[in-house]
């Protein structure tokens, strides 16, 4: 099984560009969620998705869109990107909300000049 | 609103020693869950375990065990015997039974074992 697929793992931008994250999962899963890892701040919920067609904002969501098409597609926009914006980005997927474990992809590593 | 501190930026050990990563929780919720999460050097976050708040026995899986405390919303994880492979950073996460809300991680304890 693939489980939480990533793409690029890399990826330098420059400021004012735009570009999308993608995330798929094969394991059927309902819920999907992206975070971003800067150091010393953990990981920070960006967007959410309970089910195809339904998002919603996690912690910190400015200057990200997301939508949900499809329950195995769940793809982050970055809109202008900003060097606040330089950090690593992990997808998850959960078969429920709260009661079973996350699985991660590997992370993408973005960098804004 | 659901929290989660781990107060210990950065431990460093020696091989061979037993270590314990704190992690204390803050939640109105009556049910929720929480997780311990590994991420070893190469990035990516490995699934340590899940406990509800119902089950508060102790788990012991090899060299790791967890001392989960709900008089002091605690979930404590301690590594025996530590080896230089238990490098990484570890998460404590919670997620609350009622809302929307996904996981919730604390900022992350980087422990080092050093041979």
């Known amino acids: 099984n693939a489980g939480v697929t990533q793409t690029p793992k890399f990826q330098v931008l420059k400021t004012g560009q735009s570009m999308t994250l993608q995330c798929a999962q094969d394991m059927n899963h309902e819920y999907m969620s992206w975070y971003r890892q800067d150091p010393g701040m953990g990981l920070r919920l960006i967007h959410y998705?309970?089910?195809?067609?339904?998002?919603d904002q996690g912690e910190v969501p400015n200057g990200y869109n997301v939508s949900r098409s499809t329950t195995e597609d769940f793809p982050l926009r970055l809109l202008s990107a900003a060097p606040s914006q330089t950090s690593v980005y992990f997808c998850?997927?959960?078969?429920?909300?709260?009661?079973?474990?996350?699985?991660f992809g590997q992370g993408t590593r973005l960098t804004v000049v | 609103a659901q929290k989660v501190t781990q107060a210990q930026t950065e431990i460093s050990v020696v091989e061979k020693e037993d270590v314990t990563l704190d992690c204390v929780y803050e939640t109105r919720d009556t049910t929720y869950y929480l997780f311990w999460y590994k991420q070893p050097p190469s990035g990516e976050l490995v699934f340590l375990i899940r406990?509800?708040?119902?089950?508060?026995q102790n788990e012991i899986s090899g060299r790791y065990s967890w001392n989960f405390q709900k008089s002091t919303s605690s979930f404590n994880f301690t590594i025996t015997a530590s080896q230089v492979v238990d490098s990484a950073v570890y998460f404590c996460a919670l997620s609350e039974n009622s809302g929307n809300t996904p996981l919730v991680f604390g900022k992350g304890t980087r422990l080092s074992v050093i041979a």
């Open positions: 998850a997927s959960s078969r429920d909300r709260s009661n079973t474990e996350a699985f």
């Open positions: 406990r509800n708040s119902f089950d508060e």
């Open positions: 998705s309970v089910g195809a067609g339904i998002t």
